[in-house]
Nanobody, 118 residues
C-alpha cells in the first residue's frame, strides 16, 4: 500500500518561512490532484492549496493567497508548499492529499505540525 509522507513542519516566528514537502513511498498511478489541507485545533480541516495535474492548474485559499505557493515535481510525484509571512493563525497540522483519476483513490499523509509563535 503506497503512503504519502510529509516533511518540513516545525516552529517558526511570525513573519518567518517554512517549506513543506510530500512524496509517496511508491508510484501512484494516474494522479489527478496533489494538495495541502490543514486543521487547526477546534476547527475543521480546510483546503490550503491544490494542484490539478491533469489540467495544469492550481487553487489557493484566499487566507494564504500571496503568502503560500504550491509547486510540484511531477516526475517525482512530489508536492511542495512554500509558506512565507507566516502568521499565528497559520498554526495547524498540515496534511498532503493525493487523488487519482485511475480508480478515484484518495491518499492522505499523516500530517506535519506547523506552529507560528514568538
Amino acid at each position: 500500500q503506497v503512503q504519502v509522507v510529509e516533511s518540513g513542519g516545525g516552529l517558526v516566528q511570525p513573519g518567518g518561512s517554512l517549506t513543506l514537502s510530500c512524496a509517496p513511498s511508491g508510484t501512484i498511478i494516474g494522479i489527478h490532484t496533489m494538495g495541502w489541507h490543514r486543521q487547526a485545533p477546534g476547527k475543521e480541516r480546510e483546503l490550503v492549496a491544490q494542484a490539478t495535474i491533469t489540467s495544469g492548474t492550481t487553487t489557493v485559499a484566499d487566507s494564504v493567497k500571496g503568502r503560500f505557493t504550491i509547486s510540484t515535481d511531477n516526475a517525482k510525484q512530489t508536492i511542495y508548499l512554500q509558506m512565507n509571512s507566516l502568521k499565528p493563525e497559520d498554526t495547524a497540522i498540515y496534511y498532503c492529499r493525493y487523488t487519482t483519476w485511475y480508480r478515484g483513490d484518495v491518499y492522505w499523509g499523516q500530517g506535519t505540525q506547523v506552529t507560528v509563535s514568538s
